[in-house]
């Protein structure tokens, strides 16, 4: 799944354990963007039915596509041998870009039929924010018009946003301008890769202004955030007038929260009672005694919890999506050496209730119910305490959602985007009358 908060930092210290020589390669992450020859063909086709696929890239690879249809479902699309690309249950054959058109069919060629873009209007920019330059991309509905626009601020994985992020054309067919970047040091924007909140939510200021440069008819205008974007994107409201801003599979709390709740998660699924919680808790406080510190304190005692815990089932229970089963994998002296730098600049000690509290923006949060990487029990009671100050806050909660709002499919033959999201996100960005306070809704 996409767009994990815990990314950089994973991809570090896997490639840490992996070098003989103790050393991490800094560039780890992904830079590439796809291939010109793929990218022109990027965007939404019409299909029978009135059903659509959106084409994006993959995972940052220069000859990786990925579908989505418009009932949720989708997946990778891998280059064959004779130029078509195949994936789940359909298989691609692209014209010329000029053209408009590929042809679409299933793997055993029972069915076969000519698919058009829809006439979505792109628009790729370059915009400066703090001395560096940035890639954009505008993409507007059919026909070029909209009321609203919203800038995509991406989680916290490196691939090329402007290529692989399906979210602009899935709101733009629906009537949304949506503007996207690549993050600093990603796709084909410059500057170093980083995961200070602040940076990405100046960042993503600029964009905003790009955006109204290139859209001046757009009156309203927001940001959607996912993941780590999510804690960006209040950020950013702070900066430049907005007129929304949407959390998605986000959380209210910050990086210390999430990784004692991911903990308590893990040993909770993994069937320990109350027996093992108690000293976990003890393990997670030395997690955020080592972070809130700079890695200064309590790195060695955590060694030491180790050494006294050695062989207990519920210490090996604790999985590296959260930041203490990162740090269970490696000494202290590694996680001092190399930690910083795989972090890249990741505010551990982030509190975002109060910026979510103070910004006059009306905002909606879309939850997963069943997230297993920002697990959102307390972000549902601070956005309840919020919606009983009267803050202009909608929350629509996708019952049976992981992160990325993706869930599994009805047949079992994989993952969909959860049903109605982007309607769902759509509609309530669409609307230009505040919304209905204290509202919680379960889908």
């Not at 202290?332 to 930690?339: K, L």
């Amino acid at each position: 799944m996409r767009r994990l908060n815990l990314w950089p930092l994973l991809i570090g210290l896997a490639l840490l354990a992996a070098q003989p020589t103790g050393r991490a390669a800094l560039d780890a992450s992904v830079t590439t963007r796809l291939a010109d020859d793929l990218r022109c063909q990027l965007g939404v086709y019409g299909l029978p039915g009135q059903r659509t696929m959106a084409i994006t890239g993959h995972d940052g690879q220069p000859r990786g596509l990925h579908y989505t249809l418009s009932d949720g479902r989708f997946g990778p699309l891998l280059e064959q041998p004779d130029g078509s690309f195949a994936g789940g249950a359909v298989t691609i054959r692209f014209e010329p870009c000029a053209a408009g058109t590929l042809w679409l069919g299933t793997p055993e060629g029972a069915e076969r039929f000519r698919a058009t873009r829809l006439a979505l209007k792109q628009q790729e920019t370059r915009f400066t924010s703090d001395g560096i330059t940035l890639h954009g991309k505008l993409v507007l509905p059919p026909g070029g018009h909209a009321r609203v626009l919203a800038v995509w601020v991406e989680g916290s994985n490196n691939n090329p946003s402007t290529d692989d992020c399906v979210w602009p054309y899935e709101l733009a067919r629906r009537g949304v301008a949506v503007f996207v970047y690549d993050k600093r040091g990603t796709g084909a924007s410059g500057g170093a890769m980083t995961s200070n909140f602040q940076a990405r939510a100046s960042d993503t200021a600029a964009a905003v202004r790009e955006a109204r440069r290139l859209a001046p008819g757009i009156r309203r205008v927001g940001v959607i955030g996912g993941s780590q974007g999510g804690w960006v994107a209040p950020l950013v409201a702070t900066q430049v007038r907005l007129d929304f801003v949407v959390a998605a599979f986000a959380l209210a709390e910050g990086p210390i929260a999430q990784d004692q709740a991911l903990v308590a998660q893990q040993l909770h699924e993994a069937g320990f009672d109350d027996a093992a919680q108690g000293p976990a808790r003890e393990l997670t406080a030395l997690t955020e005694k080592a972070v809130r510190t700079d890695l200064r304190e309590g790195l060695d005692e955590m060694d030491a919890f180790k050494t006294r815990w050695a062989g207990a089932p519920w210490l090996k229970a604790i999985q590296p999506r959260s930041y203490t089963g990162l740090f269970l994998q490696f000494t202290a002296a590694d996680i001092r050496a190399h930690g910083p730098a795989m972090a890249q600049g990741l505010d551990f000690t982030h509190e975002p209730r109060p910026v979510i509290q103070a910004i006059r923006s009306r905002q909606l949060w879309l939850l997963g119910g069943r997230d297993r990487q920002a697990p959102n029990v307390g972000t549902q009671s601070i956005l309840r305490q919020l919606q009983a100050l009267g803050r202009p806050i909608d929350v629509v909660i996708f019952e049976r959602a992981d992160h990325g709002l993706i869930e599994p499919a009805a047949d079992g033959s994989g993952f969909t985007y959860a049903a109605s999201l982007f309607d769902t996100t759509a509609d309530w960005v669409l609307r230009a009358q505040p919304p209905a306070r204290g509202r919680f809704i379960t889908r």
